[in-house]
């Protein structure tokens, strides 16, 4: 990936005139069943670009509670766009249908007016949960009906597909815009990319200007993302595994629980209830031992596999897990 990266052939992206972009956004446009796609520094920065083009000021976005927008990007649905999020409790951050139904608001002027669904495809602290095909279509299709705009915050899309088997077009291709990153399974040091029509896409670029995202020879940090479309999208089936092995490993630790118990993709959620402790405490005790986990909900402490991350790693952070475990129980024997 630092050799494509030393190698990019670069050019003016402003301008559109860099060549490794220009390629990133056709081949994202083509992965994502969309007609167009802009390059962009961030995932955040990519929904704060949607929500803009999709919302007015005062307008309601339906989406998970725990979804990224509206916990982890600083407040910016508000402050960039005006939006109101209308947020619903799904399971493992999946919602249905139903749910999607009660949260449409009356066409009355006393309510904001629902504009947006917003699904995250995988779940972040849903636990890394993929959505079927038909749960997004069912849920696609009653926003339809609502004449409501639809965003995919496909940060994780490409472990969706992996996971699934389906290409991520067929789902990323039921939406007005999709979200992709590829500063996470995928490797790339940076990048995300926004996609959609060709309209949307215009528009897109005027605001990724006004958002400070535009760039100059922007080739050398894309050359990484084509780099990350053409290597590391098979391999994440590697970190999905390792998820599972170090799911089971930390369920088997007494006073460790995984919540969800399934590992799906490349994220474990667990719990150390049972160890009579809090989870900044294990947290503080694991990284002492050289193993970095994170605990950004209540209660739960979030794991993830990557690919910097292989099997002698997944038995080493499984070992500290358990000396800490040990350790946090040694108290209550004496």
């Known amino acids: 990936m630092r050799q494509a990266m030393a190698e990019a052939v670069?050019?003016?992206?402003q301008r559109r005139e860099d060549p490794t972009v220009n390629r990133l956004e056709e081949m994202s446009a083509a992965l994502l069943g969309q007609e167009a796609a802009v390059f962009l520094p961030s995932?955040?920065?990519?929904?704060?670009?949607?929500f803009k083009v999709h919302t007015r000021p005062g307008e309601e976005?339906?989406?998970?509670?725990?979804?990224?927008?509206?916990?982890?990007?600083?407040?910016?649905?508000?402050?960039?766009?005006g939006a109101s999020l209308r947020l619903v409790d799904g399971r493992c951050g999946i919602f249905t249908?139903?749910?999607?139904?009660?949260a449409v608001r009356p066409d009355d002027p006393h309510f904001p007016r629902t504009r947006m669904v917003s699904v995250e495809q995988t779940t972040n602290i849903g636990g890394g949960a993929v959505w079927k095909l038909e749960q997004v279509e069912a849920v696609v299709a009653c926003a339809r009906r609502h004449a409501l705009r639809v965003h995919l915050d496909g940060a994780r899309l490409m472990n969706a597909q992996v996971a699934s088997g389906l290409p991520a077009a067929r789902f990323g291709g039921?939406?007005?815009?999709?979200?992709?990153?590829?500063s996470k399974g995928l490797g790339a040091p940076v990048?995300?990319?926004?996609?959609?029509?060709?309209?949307?896409a215009m528009e897109a670029r005027r605001l990724k200007h006004m958002l400070g995202g535009a760039m100059r020879q922007a080739g050398v940090i894309?050359?990484?993302?084509?780099?990350?479309?053409e290597h590391n999208v098979e391999r994440l089936a590697e970190d999905h595994a390792l998820g599972r092995v170090l799911g089971a490993g930390l369920a088997a630790i007494p006073g460790i629980t995984l919540d969800p118990p399934e590992v799906e993709t490349n994220m474990v959620f667990f719990r150390v209830d049972g160890l009579g402790t809090?989870?900044?405490?294990?947290?503080?005790?694991?990284?002492?031992?050289?193993?970095?986990?994170?605990?950004n909900t209540p209660g739960r402490i979030r794991a993830v596999t990557h690919l910097d991350v292989d099997r002698a790693a997944v038995e080493r952070a499984l070992e500290a897990a358990r000396e800490v475990a040990a350790e946090l129980r040694a108290p209550a024997r004496r």
């Open 10 to 13: 670069v050019g003016d992206e």
């Open 43 to 50: 995932a955040t920065m990519a929904n704060a670009i949607a």
């Open 61 to 81: 976005v339906i989406l998970d509670h725990w979804a990224h927008p509206a916990n982890f990007e600083g407040g910016g649905p508000a402050a960039l766009a």
């Open 97 to 102: 249908v139903d749910q999607v139904e009660v």
């Open 174 to 182: 039921l939406f007005d815009s999709v979200t992709l990153c590829f």
């Open 191 to 200: 990048g995300a990319v926004t996609a959609g029509s060709k309209a949307y």
């Open 222 to 229: 894309a050359a990484a993302c084509v780099y990350a479309l």
């Open 278 to 295: 809090a989870p900044a405490e294990f947290v503080a005790a694991m990284l002492r031992r050289g193993v970095r986990v994170g605990s």
